[in-house]
């Protein structure tokens, strides 16, 4: 799109509060500015169809700009199921990392979106390379926008009203998706040893499963979402609770034996009866059949 050079005078305290403005909203003050002027001329367009059909009796046809703006307002309604099932492209992995903190905290701040979106090591999945450029492209209609999601109230990120309903319809997408490409990582056994000694710290409340996730991916390498998986699965078997997210056959035994010796048999129990019910679930699905893990059962039982 060609770009022209516009000049003019303002009053000068208008001035710098608008440059306030743009330095706590964390915005460019081009798009800020081209943002304005697109709504000032769709209103424009807009009343003056409105006065034309008052006055005529009839209903006119818009003329194109309010065609043109009517169809960028609101546009990522249409684009949110597409990017729902999209999980490499950036607008999916900046959602994702949205709810993702949402769900962690309750409310995300600016900062907190920008290291969940700059952190390859930390958050593989929601690593995004230029965060500021395609956040940017989120937080307006603008014609050669991404698409409005975001607003930003001080450092205070919401989802824009406009398309919040769509978003929640495909919340659980965004956050079940595994758009990392990292979990092909092996999973060592020393990843495995670190990996339990910090989920016991969950167990007995010395961390919450959030904070055992990113520790667990910090310390040992493990993808968060392995290191997730590690937190949930461990948890469910001191519950004798069936879990359904796979882990390797080394890891398996080495939990069950580390329950048997660190909580005695009881405990050891539930958290072999946790295992049976994972091994009959993953065979219902047709996936295959964990033939090592039953051996493992078969070993301790």
């Not at 034309?52 to 700009?65: D, R």
């Not at 989120?138 to 978003?167: P, R, Y």
């Not at 998986?229 to 034996?257: H, P, S």
Request: aromatic share 10%; hydrophobic share 30%.
């Amino acid at each position: 799109m060609d770009k022209n050079t516009f000049s003019c005078l303002v009053n000068a305290e208008l001035l710098e509060k608008f440059k306030l403005a743009l330095t706590l909203n964390k915005e460019n003050v081009e798009e800020v500015i081209e943002k304005l002027l697109s709504n000032y001329i769709s209103e424009s367009f807009l009343k003056a169809a409105k006065d034309l059909s008052s006055n005529t009796g009839k209903i006119t046809t818009p003329t194109s700009p309010v065609t043109i703006e009517d169809n960028n307002y609101a546009k990522a309604n249409r684009k949110i199921p597409v990017w729902a099932n999209r999980e490499k492209q950036n607008n999916h992995k900046l959602i994702k990392a949205f709810l993702q903190i949402e769900e962690e905290q309750g409310q995300v701040s600016y900062e907190e979106l920008m290291e969940r979106c700059s952190n390859a090591t930390k958050y593989p999945d929601t690593y995004i390379s230029d965060f500021r450029g395609n956040f940017a492209q989120m937080k307006t209609d603008a014609s050669n926008s991404h698409g409005k999601v975001f607003i930003v109230e001080g450092d205070k990120v919401e989802i824009w009203g406009e398309v919040l309903d769509t978003l929640r319809q495909y919340k659980d997408s965004f956050l079940n998706s595994n758009s990392g490409g990292n979990e092909t990582v092996k999973i060592t056994n020393e990843m495995t040893h670190r990996g339990y000694e910090i989920v016991k710290m969950v167990y007995h409340g010395n961390l919450t499963r959030n904070e055992a996730k990113y520790k667990i991916a910090d310390e040992t390498g493990m993808n968060a979402g392995s290191a997730g998986d590690y937190v949930t699965n461990f948890l469910a078997m001191m519950d004798g609770q069936r879990y359904t997210r796979t882990m390797n056959t080394y890891a398996t035994r080495y939990i069950l034996e580390s329950i048997r010796k660190d909580y005695g048999e009881e405990q050891f129990q539930k958290a072999l009866e946790a295992t049976k019910e994972h091994v009959k679930y993953y065979n219902g699905l047709n996936n295959g059949t964990l033939h090592s893990i039953q051996k493992v059962i078969d070993e301790l039982s």
